[in-house]
């Protein structure tokens, strides 16, 4: 697992020649509330979170950048944990999260 800064995710966001993955990993109420524009939501507490990542995915090999609330939330850590034990090989945790995001 690799972090990635507010800015690094921007840029990624912003390309649209870069094949990548954004999984919010909050509960859906969470999520619904506010979340980055391009992602999708698979709650880290789903028993089946990383079956439902790989199928959103394609292949454990597309990078998947994960993220949670805040630098204060250990969610997105948790989920970056699961995919890469799960064998996903470019694994990002985006760990300022939606805070973060929408503080720029």
């Known amino acids: 697992m690799q ?5 690094d995710l921007k840029t990624m966001n912003d390309a649209q020649h870069q ?3 954004l999984i919010n990993v909050l509960p859906r109420d969470t999520f619904n509330k506010e979340h980055i524009r391009t992602s999708v939501n698979v709650p880290v507490s789903e028993d089946d979170f990383t079956s439902k990542v790989e199928t959103i995915a394609g292949n ?3 990078k998947v950048v994960v993220y949670c609330a ?3 939330c250990d969610a997105s850590t948790k989920a970056a944990k699961k995919l890469e034990d799960a064998g996903f090989t470019q ?5 300022g999260g939606t805070k973060d995001w929408f503080e720029h």
């Open 70 to 72: 805040s630098f204060d």
């Open 19 to 21: 094949d990548f993955v």
């Open 60 to 62: 454990k090999e597309r």
């Open 3 to 7: 972090p990635i800064s507010h800015s």
């Open 91 to 95: 694994v990002y945790d985006y760990e």
